[in-house]
C-alpha cells in the first residue's frame, strides 16, 4: 500500500492550500486517516484524524482553521488549510491505519509535502 500526497507549496499568510492524499494498494478498508506535520528542529505532531466514519480530531493549533475529510470511494483524504500562518510551516505527511485483503492491520506512511507560509 503507498500514499501519495500533493497540494503543497508555498502558500501567504491567510490564504488557503489543500492537501490530498491518495492512497492504493491491497485495502480492505481504511480504519483511520491523518495528517501530521514536523517544523523544523521539531517532532512530527498530529494536525488532523478521521477515525471510523464520523470521528475527527484537530489538534488546538489548527481547529477552526484546518478541515480534515475524506472520498472513501477513491481511498483519498485532504486538508483544506485556511488562513495559514507562518507557525504551520513544515512538511506535511499523511498516515493511515488500513486492513490488507488478508486482514492484517497495518500503518503506513506519505513521502511527506513541504508547506510554506510566507509573504
Known amino acids: 500500500v503507498q500514499l501519495v500526497e500533493s497540494g503543497g507549496g508555498l502558500v501567504q499568510p491567510g490564504e488557503s492550500l489543500r492537501l490530498s492524499c491518495a492512497a492504493s494498494?491491497?485495502?480492505?478498508?481504511?480504519?483511520?486517516m491523518g495528517w501530521y506535520r514536523q517544523a523544523p528542529g521539531k517532532e512530527r505532531e498530529l494536525v488532523a484524524v478521521i477515525t471510523g466514519s464520523t470521528s475527527i480530531y484537530y489538534s488546538d493549533s489548527v481547529k477552526g482553521r484546518f478541515t480534515i475529510s475524506r472520498d472513501n470511494g477513491k481511498n483519498t483524504w485532504y486538508l483544506q488549510m485556511n488562513s495559514p500562518k507562518a507557525e504551520d510551516t513544515g512538511v506535511y505527511y499523511c498516515n493511515a491505519d488500513y486492513t490488507d485483503l488478508s486482514r492484517f492491520e497495518y500503518r503506513v506512511w506519505g513521502q511527506g509535502t513541504q508547506v510554506t507560509v510566507s509573504s
Open positions: 494498494g491491497s485495502i480492505f478498508s481504511i480504519n483511520a
